[in-house]
């Protein structure tokens, strides 16, 4: 299966007449963006479309994770240029700059993109709550719009996009339950939610009902089932082997698939209590560091729901966030007699994969000695 490009997919965007702003990190207000007249695109797993990193380099250290520097490279490439604007929230330290570093980039190159953002508190629930603070940002970030883009907002038009999302997320949920019966391949399901990033919701919806229309029976009975966990999905060809070396991909803790489809808030006229809802009790992810408690609860609870026999960890290199969290993972999964793999993923993770296989399949074996709980 053959990963769509990014570029070729914004590109076809704006032939249609559309305006796209690039959004990062994780958990843009895409439904706002969409209600306004601007096309979401969630910019992460670029690897595909940025053949080196030379301008990102002039930024960004090395050991910086590979989603920002290809997210940047991207940026300020070129490709940059088809984006209307973009988009970016207050995140981990390798992000926490780079709003200022694009600004400067852009302005030093001639090109005329308004960088919109605003502050996500990162306060605990418990003691302190940030909710007027969240609707007061939302609510200036939509006068910044209406003001560059000469447009206005609509608390009916917000309605029906965040509908339009929800219906989306319950797709997405549809068609992760027919995963973990083996009725659809994670592979497939990956390609198409996270194609889904650099669309339009109208086409995220057709794409979704398209992929559950191809669910099947499941070709074999007995599988060990796992969760997969990390940023970003493996690579596709990693996938497929995870796949083909019989795992059942039971549920998926990873931020651009379950963290970002796991919770659609209710639907409101009013995004400045959408969004404090949505930031308060979206699924955990390590990003959010408020929500560092409610995490590992919400870790083993898909591992207890999804009846998983182990976990594989697709590391993000250099995600402090991810890294930080790891180690008690381990442990606790050691405590509960849990197996689980640790693969890591970085740059110059592109092809050559062998030494990846290698451990999966080793994997394979070892949990196969596991009791196997699996028997839909
Ligand atoms: S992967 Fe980790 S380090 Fe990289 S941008 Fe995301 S949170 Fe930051």
Known sequence: MKEKSVENQIEKLKKSGEKVIGCFPLYPPVELFASMGLVPAVLWNLKKDVENLSLSDLHLQSYACSIAREML????????????????????????????????????????????????PQVNRQFSDPSLYIENEINSLIKKIEAHFDTAFSGDTFTETATAYSLMRNLVQEAEILVSKGKLSFLSFCETVLSGYTASVKEQIDNLHKLISRASDPVMRRKKKIIISGIIPPPLPVIEKIEDSGFLIASNDIASLKRTYGYSPAVT?????????????????TTLLYQGDKRIKAFF???????????????????????FEFPYLEKELKKRGIPYLNLEFGTDDRENFESH????????????MHAVKTDF
């Open 73 to 120: 490279e991207f940026i300020l490439s070129d490709k940059g240029e088809m984006f209307d604007a973009l988009f970016a929230y207050n995140a981990c330290d390798t992000l926490r700059n780079l709003p200022e570093i694009v600004v400067s980039a852009n302005k030093k190159a001639k090109r005329d993109i308004p960088l919109f953002n605003i502050h996500i």
């Open 269 to 285: 006229d009013n995004p400045g209590k959408y969004y404090a809802d949505l930031y308060e009790n979206s699924f955990p992810c």
């Open 301 to 323: 609870d898909l591992i207890d729901l999804s009846e998983a026999d182990g976990v594989i960890f697709a590391g993000e290199k250099f995600c402090e966030y991810e890294y």
């Open 357 to 368: 296989f290698t451990r999966i399949e080793a994997f394979a074996e070892m949990i196969s």
